[in-house]
């Protein structure tokens, strides 16, 4: 699934392309895509609306209209934005395509290609409560200020286990399995370390790798796994799965201590990667 480096990364690759653009047409041929509001209200929101900024809060993405309202488009398990000309050929699985037309370009099509259908479009007024879980989302490392007091407010203090905490979405927004693993790892922390139980120290850590494996991703285009679909907008994959130390590793001698053999257990229907040796 897409996480905050893969989410960051189609944004920042299509913002250029989109942000001035004016679409003219919106096709829908899967329901299930628009299912919060139905085709109507997301053909009628776009089409003659011009894009103005491209916004990302974990794993949502937005682009702001003119006119006020929004477009949050989130990516789920399999979804993809793709940018292409109108006369290539559509993908598989191409369930909502938005015409972009802008003075002097070329026009050009933004698509979402969903094969397993979990990701969604929405279209919006701020002023509704159409998207009440965004308001839920808590610190987004790379859009807030994320100081290690915001992090120490959000994070320190809690009675569960560290990668629970990691993965919920309103204490940190954007974390999911392949980067909880990872930061887990360069901290040297266990997934089910409580993290009450941290000291300053340990907690300053995590708040640095925290920011440095989300950075270091994004530099690198965000992961593109085997078993996954991820490119971005342009269609490029995604190098940072080279620098995978833990995730998806499992039965592999460690890297970081070079004594380690890579375990992986799981539990609440996740999978965690981990060096027994390193992480305490
Ligand atoms: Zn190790």
New binding site residues.
Partial sequence: MPELPEVETVRRSLDAAVVGSRVTRVDIDRLRSVRRTGPDVVRAGLVGETFIGTRRRGKYLFFDLANGNSMMVHLRMSGRLLLAAPDSPREAHTHVVLRLERTGAASSELRFVDPRTFGEVVVFNPDDDLVPEVDRLGLDPLVDEFSFDQFHAAVGGRRRGLKAVLLDQSVIAGIGNIYADEIM?RARLRWDRRVDTLATARLKLLHRTTVEVLCEAVAAGGSTLSDTQYVDALGREGIFQTEH??YAREGE????????I?RRVTGAGRSTHF?????R
Avoid: F
């Fill in positions: 790892h130390r833990v001698r460690c890297i970081t201590c070079g004594r380690g890579i060096c027994p040796v390193c992480q």
